[in-house]
């Protein structure tokens, strides 16, 4: 059974950069596409982007040019890295296995934007 | 703002047929692409109800089916439970935007 694990801080200060680890257990990374995905405090879901265990990329078009997401298949770890944040980027962060659907989820790590 | 839009909220009795919608556009359902759904019990991840081709993944059981016509799509929940209640988003892609979009989620409340 796939699983995989957020990481990282859970503070972050205004126009810094968000850094985030996946980790994936009970499979491996090869073959698939990852995606994270976010959830402000009480709000809908947000698709962020994914990753393929190639290194390919798609981001969503609101937060591109902010946003990088890549791969370590010798750790089997997929990254997010959003650069100058603002309160508006609060939110539980979701990694996820593929896309359209996503059907594997992290269990999601809140991450807070304030100085 | 979501492209796909669902009601805030559906309630039943427990054994109650419900319904949720998911009105969307030429540009995502309408267009053709899959649309799946998605519960959320409280404080936890989205968990798939509805794979490609509309199947159930293993453990979803079958008094959860999707169905879609025109540029909408709709979950029923047959039968339902305590254990249903919950947050209930669809997901589809959108051409127009270039990504993939989830509906403005419904609370579904067990009477």
């Known amino acids: 059974q796939v699983q995989l694990r957020e990481s990282g801080p859970g503070l972050v200060k205004p126009s810094e950069t968000l850094s985030l680890i996946c980790t994936v257990y009970?499979?491996?990374?090869?073959?698939?596409?990852w995606s994270w995905i976010r959830q402000p405090p009480g709000k809908g879901l947000e698709w962020i982007g994914y990753?393929?265990?190639?290194?390919?990329?798609k981001y969503n078009r609101s937060l591109r040019g902010r946003v990088n997401i890549s791969v370590d298949t010798s750790k089997n770890q997929f990254s997010l890295k959003m650069s100058s944040v603002t309160a508006a980027d609060t939110a539980v962060y979701f990694c996820a296995r593929d896309f359209d659907p996503f059907d594997y989820w992290g269990q999601g790590i809140l991450v807070t934007v304030s100085s | 703002q979501s492209v796909l839009t669902q009601p805030p909220s559906v309630s039943g009795a427990p054994g109650q047929r419900v319904t949720i919608s998911c009105t969307g556009s030429?540009?995502?359902?309408?267009?053709?692409?899959?649309v799946h759904w998605y519960q959320q019990l409280p404080g936890t991840a989205p968990k798939l109800l509805n794979n490609?081709?509309?199947n159930r993944p293993s453990g979803v059981p079958d008094r959860f089916s999707g169905s879609k016509s025109g540029t909408s799509a709709s979950l029923a929940i047959a039968g339902l439970q305590a254990e249903d209640e919950a947050d209930y988003y669809c997901q589809s892609y959108d051409s127009g935007l270039g990504d993939f979009v989830f509906g403005t989620g419904t609370k579904v409340t067990v009477l």
């Open positions: 490609v081709n509309n």
């Open positions: 990753v393929h265990h190639r290194g390919n990329t």
């Open positions: 009970g499979g491996s990374i090869s073959g698939y596409y």
């Open positions: 030429s540009s995502n359902i309408g267009a053709g692409y899959d």
